[in-house]
T-cell receptor
């Protein structure tokens, strides 16, 4: 299957700082990538849809100024959590959709802890 | 949006048994379906895809799709404790935006 990578896998930061998470499709070009957040024992929550070359589409209730998404190339999307606070601590997972088959592959996730 | 319904479980089966996971969906326009497995603390991984009515087998896994009845299922034969995870079904096609429910929690006990 296709491979999606995320970096970093784990990050600990101080409250008020910004954190950037990278999502890469390694062996295919993804015009569409998705960003999810998952709290313990809860379901995946879609945060936004990232389209290459255009602005991301955010789900209701997700602050676009706090969660900045950039999809500058067909293989890279980034999520920046700005002015992070402890309540932003979560498991952030990206996915990329393979064109034609519409198959969605997930990255391994990034565990963010904000102190 | 393409809504799906799954029994959240947990579904508990003994080792070696067949685990049957079911998913119903509301959008008759859904063209393809995917099953994902998510272990606790990990991201989902794709285990099966099915595009047409009928059965599709891959090792111990069989996906079944019935578009007329709008359901898709996943059978796991010879269940192993390592199969214990949450299973998510997801339809796809076109501009579908993939959202997920809680999935079905499967517990395979020795």
């Amino acid at each position: 299957g296709a491979v999606v990578s995320q970096h970093p896998s784990r990050v600990i930061c101080k409250s008020g700082t910004s954190v950037k998470i990278e999502c890469r499709s390694l062996d295919f070009q993804a015009t569409t990538m998705f960003w999810y957040r998952q709290f313990p024992k809860q379901s995946l929550m879609l945060m936004a849809t990232s389209n290459e070359g255009s602005k991301a589409t955010y789900e209701q209730g997700v602050e676009k100024d706090k969660f900045l998404i950039n999809h500058a190339s067909l293989t890279l999307s980034t999520l920046t959590v700005t002015s992070a606070h402890p309540e932003d601590s979560s498991f952030y997972i990206c996915s990329a959709r393979v064109p034609v088959t519409d198959t969605q592959y997930f990255g391994p996730g990034t565990r963010l802890t904000v102190l | 949006q393409k809504e799906v319904e799954q029994n959240s479980g947990p579904l508990s089966v003994p080792e070696g048994a067949i685990a049957s996971l079911n998913c119903t969906y509301s959008d008759r326009g859904s063209q393809s379906f995917f099953w994902y497995r998510q272990y606790s603390g990990k991201s989902p991984e794709l285990i099966m895809s099915i595009y047409s009515n009928g059965d599709k087998e891959d090792g111990r896994f069989t996906a079944q799709l019935n578009k007329a009845s709008q359901y898709v299922s996943l059978l796991i034969r010879d269940s192993q404790p390592s199969d214990s995870a949450t299973y998510l079904c997801a339809p796809s096609g076109g501009s579908y935006i993939p959202t997920f429910g809680r999935g079905t929690s499967l517990i395979v006990h020795p």
